[in-house]
């Protein structure tokens, strides 16, 4: 099976009923990512097998306002899960001390290294660790174990940093998690560092490596974001930590960094943190990540750092083709972030909202019906109805809307 039909069966396991189902399938398919080079191998049996795994509310941990899946929970249930005989493993002894060395359960690996041992004859045996090596983090755990035989040199070498640094490498956060807990004999400081190393590192796999720099964050100290701010700017040209988190809904790591700024200078930066905002309302498909995600838009353009780059955005949006505006116009269609749309907009003056109207008739209709404080309303295509009768509504009364949102990932 191919990765998208192995996606979709794994994401069929959360229900339709689920309130928390977009974000149990954000987690899913970041689990996916990390865990494919195990994974690509299975035939749609075994992705069945998976798909009861996910669908089991034992593995989303205890908090029921946000679920998350526990990956160590779920790496133990493959280790020990059974074939339809209930008696041959699920997994090859290899692929479970790939899992093993992924989740860092030391004692399992070693368990299945010495039935690997008891598997080879001598002269492989020997040369068992060297044969270990598809991935980082099976190279360090298979040294690791094996410690005692190793040079001084490698015993130096293979330590719980050399760990951590292999799972920034592999993008497993579990791994991450578990070795910077035993790095608890280096000081503050130099394990900071680590966490910023890990934050700002380059990954293919935007989504995978959000959990990572998610960890980082809520393990640095808030005094230190600014310094970590500026090496993700000096070595990626950007703030690559916060377009990982936003993609991803960590919304309030996010704001966390952003926070520690004194000024946002880039406009063309800024201009892409909206857009890609208003695209995570688009597609959402809960109300908690919603509501979060609205959250966070309306931080973004009333926070006090952004001011500066308010009417050029405005200016852009009036005198150009514009994908946000396009956004905008299809979220006030869907009904979706009328409350802070409606602060954006109202921001535009009579003759921006001229330009528009020549450029987009739709945009300048949907536009102006919350220029006129009219924000309760079923719009469906072209034709408006209002929800609640015929009398205005004043979209800030705060009645009509929930504020705020925590972490939603």
């Known amino acids: 099976m191919d990765y998208t039909n192995i996606e979709n069966k794994l994401l069929d396991s959360i229900e339709d009923n689920d309130s928390h189902k977009s974000l ?50 779920v790496g133990r249930k493959l280790l020990a899960l059974k074939d339809e005989d209930g008696k041959k ?52 755990w298979s040294h690791y174990i094996n410690r005692d035989n190793l040079s001084e040199e490698d015993k130096n070498k293979y330590s719980y940093k050399y760990g951590f640094e292999c799972a920034i490498v592999e993008k497993f956060v579990e791994a991450l998690e578990f070795f910077f807990k035993e790095l608890t004999n280096i000081p503050l400081e130099e394990r900071e560092d680590l966490l910023m190393q890990a934050a700002i590192y380059k990954r293919i796999h935007v989504s995978a490596n959000a959990e990572m720099v998610d960890f980082c964050i809520r393990n640095i100290r808030a005094d230190k974001y600014p310094e970590l701010l500026k090496r993700d700017l000096e070595r990626n040209g950007y703030y690559s ?29 800024y201009s892409s943190l909206i857009y890609s905002v208003l695209g995570n309302i688009k597609s959402a498909a809960d109300k908690n990540l919603i509501t979060a995600a609205e959250s966070f838009l309306d931080f973004i353009w009333t926070h006090s750092i952004f001011s500066m780059h308010q009417q050029s955005f405005l200016s852009k949006i009036s005198n150009l083709v514009s994908a ?39 945009s300048y209709e949907k536009f102006n019906l919350l220029k006129q ?16 009768g015929n009398n205005p509504v004043n979209f800030f009364n705060p009645s009509l809307y929930k504020d705020g949102a925590g972490d939603m990932a």
Request: with cysteine; hydrophobic share 40%; aromatic share 12%.
């Open 24 to 73: 149990k399938q954000l987690q899913i398919k970041r689990w996916l990512i990390a865990y494919w080079p195990l994974v690509q191998s299975f035939g749609e049996r075994k992705a069945l097998f998976l798909k009861k795994v996910f669908d089991d509310k034992d593995y989303w941990g205890d908090d029921l306002d946000k679920p998350k899946l526990n990956r160590y929970t």
């Open 324 to 362: 946000s505006r396009d956004l905008m116009t299809d979220l006030i269609i869907e009904s979706k972030a009328t409350k802070i749309l409606s602060k954006i907009i109202n921001s535009l003056n009579p003759e921006q909202m001229e330009y528009i109207n020549k450029d987009s008739p739709l």
């Open 89 to 140: 493993s699920f997994l090859s002894s290899f692929d479970k001390y790939k899992i093993a060395c992924w989740c860092c359960f030391e004692k399992e690996i070693k368990t299945i290294f010495d039935e690997f041992k008891l598997e080879q004859d001598t002269e492989l045996s020997e040369n068992l660790v060297g044969n270990l090596n598809k991935g980082a983090l099976m190279i360090f």
């Open 241 to 269: 930590t916060v377009c990982k988190l936003q993609n991803e809904y960590f919304f309030d790591s996010a704001k966390k960094l952003l926070e520690s700024l004194t000024e946002f200078t880039s406009y063309d930066e």
């Open 373 to 388: 404080n009219i924000t309760a309303m079923e719009i469906q295509g072209n034709a408006v109805t209002p929800i609640l």
